[in-house]
């Protein structure tokens, strides 16, 4: 009689998955971020919104909607590519480099907000201050993030932090939103998951 292998009896293990934004929750996060941007930065005078991208970009576009809804102020909008500026270009794929837009008025003497989606190691961060300083002098520099899911590797930390994610670091954190992926939603994969 032939006993089945270890490897028929039990199906591959999958990864543990837990939604830990909603869409509602989303929304909910984005206008508070922008309650705060406005409260600390005396109604956003002279603030300047610098999307990272991919879904920093987004973001950013949303905070100024925001923004403007609660207060009627328009809040300069831009792009802010970090390709050439990443430390591990050399052990990772070529990436394409996306565009650069400053807002018409630049970035001299300004307060940037920088806004990503996730704040993990602290490294995407060092490499937009780098940028940052080829394309201009800011009076200031804060950081506005969706997910703040800890493990920094630099001395970073964010101004503006939509929610604390504590996480192991085998796992990831997926986010999604409508304008890149056709829905908004963050989640937390378990062990084993591939991004």
Partial sequence: M?????????????PSVKVILTSADVHRVVDRIAHQILEKTQGAAD????????RG?????RLADRISAFEGISVPVGVL???????????NATRAV???????????GMRVVLVDDVLFSGRTVRAALDALGD???PASVQLAVLVDRGHRQLPIRADYVGKNIPTALAESVKVTLAETD??????????????
């Fill in 47 to 54: 603030t300047v919104l610098l999307g990272i991208p991919t």
């Fill in 182 to 195: 056709g829905a908004d939603e963050v989640r937390l994969y378990g062990e084993g998951h591939n991004s």
């Fill in 81 to 91: 590519d970090i390709t050439l500026y990443r430390d591990d270009l050399r052990r």
């Fill in 135 to 137: 394309l201009g002098r």
């Fill in 57 to 61: 970009t987004p973001l950013a576009r």
């Fill in 98 to 108: 996306g565009p650069t837009q400053l807002p018409s008025g630049g970035i001299d």
């Fill in 2 to 14: 032939a006993y089945p292998s270890a490897a028929q009896s039990s199906p591959p293990r999958q």
